[in-house]
C-alpha cells in the first residue's frame, strides 16, 4: 500500500526531527523537539510503514522508546 501524501508529511516530519535531536545541544531545546516528534508518533505512527524509515531515524526512535509506536495499525 503506497502512503498517502499526508502519511509521507508526517514521515518526513518524524525522520527529520529524529535525526536532529541528536546534534541539538541546547537541552530546553532538545527536550522541545522531543516532545514534539513524541506528540507526531503517537498521533500518525501507527499508520506508517516501518520499513520506509532510514537507519538514523529508527535508532533514534528506538532509544527514546517510540520505535513500538510506530505500524501498530497492521500488526
Known amino acids: 500500500m503506497a502512503e498517502t ?3 509521507w508529511y508526517n514521515r518526513q516530519a518524524i525522520e527529520q526531527l ?3 535531536i ?3 545541544r ?3 531545546c532538545k527536550a522541545e523537539l522531543i516532545e514534539m516528534l513524541r506528540g507526531l508518533v503517537i ?3 501507527r499508520e506508517m510503514d516501518p520499513l520506509l524509515f532510514g537507519f538514523e531515524a529508527r535508532n533514534e526512535l528506538i532509544r527514546l522508546g517510540l520505535w513500538s ?3 501498530q ?3
Do not use: K, V
Open 43 to 45: 498521533r500518525h505512527g
Open 22 to 24: 541528536p546534534f541539538e
Open 26 to 28: 541546547d537541552l530546553a
Open 69 to 71: 509506536r510506530i505500524g
Open 73 to 75: 495499525a497492521e500488526r
Open 18 to 20: 529524529a535525526q536532529h
Open 5 to 7: 501524501q499526508e502519511q
